[in-house]
C-alpha cells in the first residue's frame, strides 16, 4: 500500500541523496554515508546547510551555532521553508516565494521518485535550471518485447508536476536529509 511506497521512497532517497549532497558541497564532515542517517541533519554542516530555516543564515556561525543548540530564538520547525526548497539553496528576503521549489535537489527527487531514478541523473544539482513548463519527461516506449516496468506518473497518469507532488517531494527530502529515522 501507500506506507510501503513512501518507505520505499524514503529508503531510495536516502541512499542517493548523499552523493548529490557531496557533488554540492564536497564531502562533508561527518561523512555522510548512504545506508545511515546517524550523520545527518543539523549537526552536519552540507544537511544542516539544506535544512536551515530560510528566514536564518547558515554562514553566520552565531546562528548556525543557536541553531545547533536549539536556542528558542533559532527553532527548526516545519513553518519556514528549508534552504533545500530554493534555486541554488538562495532565498530573496525581499520575496520569499522567488525561486522556491525549483531547486535542482528537489527536481531530482521529484524525478527520482515518480518519474525513475534513472531520470534523476539528467538533472545536475550545480544546475538550477528548470523545465518553467514543469512539464513531466514523456515515458520512452521499450524498443524490446517482454514484460517492462512503468514509471509512476504512467501508472498514476500524472501528466504534470501537482501541488500534491511537490508537497509528497519535499517530505520526502527533507526527510532524506535529516537524521530522523521514522
Known amino acids: 500500500g501507500s506506507d510501503t511506497t513512501c518507505g520505499d521512497d524514503a529508503g531510495n532517497l536516502k541512499i542517493t541523496v548523499v552523493e548529490w549532497v557531496d557533488t554540492l558541497y564536497g564531502p562533508s564532515v ?3 554515508k548512504p545506508g545511515s542517517k546517524d550523520e545527518r ?4 554542516d552540507s544537511t544542516g546547510r539544506l535544512l536551515c530555516p530560510s528566514e536564518h543564515n547558515w ?3 552565531i546562528v548556525h551555532v ?3 543548540d536549539s536556542d528558542p530564538e533559532f527553532t527548526v520547525t516545519a513553518g519556514p521553508w ?7 539553496q538562495t532565498r530573496d528576503p525581499d520575496d520569499m516565494e522567488k525561486g522556491l521549489f525549483p531547486s535542482a535537489l528537489l527536481i531530482k527527487s521529484f524525478n527520482n521518485i515518480i518519474t525513475s531514478p534513472s531520470s534523476a541523473v539528467s538533472v545536475s544539482v550545480l544546475n538550477d535550471l528548470v523545465n518553467s513548463e514543469n512539464i513531466l519527461p514523456a515515458s520512452k516506449k521499450a524498443k524490446r518485447k517482454g514484460p517492462t516496468h512503468s514509471n509512476i506518473a504512467s501508472l498514476i ?3 504534470s508536476v501537482t501541488p500534491r507532488t511537490i508537497t509528497y517531494t519535499a517530505v520526502q527530502l527533507r526527510f532524506a536529509l535529516s537524521n530522523a529515522n521514522s
Not at 41 to 44: D, Q, R, V
Not at 82 to 88: D, G, K, N, R, V
Open 82 to 88: 528549508p534552504m533545500c526548497m530554493y534555486a541554488a
Open 66 to 68: 543557536k541553531i545547533c
Open 30 to 32: 561527518p561523512q555522510l
Open 41 to 44: 541533519g543539523l549537526n552536519n
Open 157 to 159: 497518469g500524472l501528466k
Open 59 to 61: 554562514d553566520d556561525e
